[in-house]
């Protein structure tokens, strides 16, 4: 008796398997990262070391951290120092975001307008997540129209050091929320395509676009709530 068996490549099932690894390791340090974040936020406001700086001097010190950490983090990816260096970062950035945090704070509603924030970010991430799950189309053609959008953010962020512009602020504010919503679907699809296999850089990718959300939600929120005191 002759019968017709089908069969699958067992390649098949470990890729998925690889994949759905990374997917999860990238979620896993992801909400890891949040706890020394909140922590340098927290110290941040707690001391005013961030707020001692001026803008400038606090330009200066995020632009050096922020890339020397990157550099050191994409280096040692691989290596048992990839997740301490990726936690050291996050710590770096919330203490580099408690002078917006303690801004906030001032307001009347700045504890409201912080969660507010932080939940908006969460469902943006929420939807950006489910959203890299159910797409079936390639999306790696986004990623070039992303960085150019990115370096003119930051192009612009960064003479709005300058200028003092309430108005750019709050466009510039509006554009990232886009720019880096866009970029969290991107990378997460990424891992998902197994487009990028090591969970540490996925991790800083999908970080660094949260960390944008929420500070520019956060920027929103505060400029519309000094309004309203």
Known sequence: MNQNVQ????????????????LRNTYWLLALS?????????????????????????????????????????KN????????????????????????VGAVLGLSNGAGLIMTAFTGTGLIFLGMATLSSVIKRDLSGMGKALFI??????????????L???A????????????FSAFILYDLKR??????????????????SLYNVFQSLLSLLGIFGSRDE
Request: charged share 5%; hydrophobic share 55%; proline share 3%.
């Open 77 to 100: 990816k691989n290596s048992a120092a990839g997740v301490p260096l990726l936690l050291a970062f996050t710590f770096f950035m919330g203490l580099m975001l408690s002078r917006l």
């Open 34 to 74: 949040m706890v020394p974040t909140v922590l340098g936020a927290w110290i941040g406001v707690s001391t005013g070391l961030s707020r001692a700086m001026s803008p400038m001097v606090g330009l200066i010190v995020f632009m050096a951290g922020a890339f020397g950490f990157m550099y050191l983090i994409e």
């Open 191 to 208: 891992v998902q395509d197994g487009e990028e296999t090591n969970y540490i850089t996925a991790t800083l990718s999908v970080y660094l």
């Open 168 to 179: 750019l602020m709050l466009t510039l504010s509006v554009l990232a929320i886009g720019i």
């Open 164 to 166: 003092q512009s309430s």
């Open 149 to 162: 959008g990115m370096i003119m953010l930051v192009v612009a962020g960064i003479a709005n050091v300058f």
């Open 7 to 22: 069969t699958f490549p067992a390649g098949n099932a470990s890729v998925a398997a690889q994949r759905n690894r990374v």
